[in-house]
């Protein structure tokens, strides 16, 4: 009986190193033997999951991230390709509410590698800021924004590109297929985690229709925020997609050929899930949800909670609950106790 167990991180509480950690302690003791795998779709933590599939790092490099201070970030080497990870820069860890900060940051970053992976992010700005460093303008009664926030939105009357540079090649990683705007959009899915209420989430929804809008009437590029694959980080993908032209991915399945992990696949009978959350969300492009689609043993969730309602996706589910919170690393170990009851069955 061969077993592999695949974590992503528990946002928020446990990283995907961290997770693993315990679960191989708890099976060490029980004497139960499994291949043990970190796993990313190109979100928060990616750089440190690839790294602990053995690929290098290519260049440290100082930066400032979205709350204006100085961090020490790294992009790597994959497999020839320099990649980045942004929420390095515009993680969900920000300080400051997402109203207050936006994409900015990421030039230097973006225009150093050659792959950027998306997702974790606090920023909501759908890549304003960026367009801003660009060279777009966002203007407000006849005065340019500098470095526009979303609380700034809702001023701009004008945009303008005489300047603006769109010049950028690089390969985009989406953590998720969720579109920018429309039915089920990223700001109704993601906008409760970056502190956003629900007439929040509905007047942003219509200040960015609006402001898309304008930016179409300046470059007449047919945008469509309700596209697939437009609502990653806040809706960055959006920006680097089809107003800077750059190739959009999906980042789980780049992670799982870079890393060659989908041709082990088959070598497994068993396959134990780990995920803070097991939602809808995880189903749309997210990497467990990309395995699960690709591996044909049984299945178990090991997690903090699930609550997607399809229940047949999984063999049995062994939850934190509310206790993985205040106390994550206990939690997990009384639901890995209650998985390794299950597996000694067979």
Request: aromatic share 8%.
């Amino acid at each position: 009986m061969n077993i592999a167990v695949f974590s992503d991180k528990f946002s928020g509480t446990l990283s995907a190193i961290e997770v693993l950690n315990i679960v191989q302690s708890k099976f060490l003791d029980s004497n139960i033997n499994a291949d043990f795998f970190s796993v990313t779709d190109g979100g928060q933590e990616s750089t440190e999951i690839f790294k602990s599939h053995n690929f290098q790092t290519h260049e440290s490099f100082e930066a400032l991230n979205c709350d204006n201070s100085l961090s020490v970030v790294e992009s790597l080497n994959i497999n020839g390709s320099v990649f980045f990870e942004s929420a390095k820069l515009i993680g969900v860890d920000s300080e400051n509410e997402s109203m207050s900060i936006n994409t900015g940051c990421l030039l230097e970053a973006v225009q150093k590698t050659e792959v950027l992976g998306t997702g974790g992010s606090k920023t909501i700005d759908f890549g304003i800021g960026l367009l801003s460093k660009l060279g777009m303008e966002f203007i407000s009664n006849g005065e340019t924004i500098v470095n526009p926030v979303p609380k700034d939105f809702s001023y701009i009357d004008q945009i303008k590109a005489t300047n603006f540079k769109s010049n950028l090649e690089n390969r985009i990683l989406s953590d998720t297929n969720i579109s920018l705007l429309g039915e089920n959009s990223a700001f109704d899915v993601f906008g409760p985690q970056k502190g956003l209420s629900e007439k929040d989430i509905e007047k942003h929804k219509l200040e960015a229709e609006r402001l898309i809008t304008l930016i179409d009437k300046e470059l007449i590029l047919g945008l469509n925020p309700t596209e697939i694959n437009s609502g990653a980080a806040g809706g960055l993908t959006f920006a680097l997609n089809q107003i800077l032209g750059c190739e959009i991915e999906n980042g789980a399945k780049y992670f799982l050929k870079e890393t060659n992990l989908i041709n082990q696949l088959g070598n497994y009978d068993i396959g134990i899930f780990c995920e803070g959350k097991f939602d809808e969300s995880s189903l749309e492009g997210k990497i467990i949800g990309e395995l699960l689609k690709n591996f044909k043993g049984r299945r178990y969730f090991l997690g903090g909670q699930y609550t997607a309602k399809n229940e047949g996706i999984f063999t049995s589910y062994f939850q934190c609950g509310p206790e993985g919170v205040s106390d994550p690393k206990s939690s997990l170990e009384i639901a890995t106790n209650g998985l390794i009851k299950e597996i000694q069955k067979y």
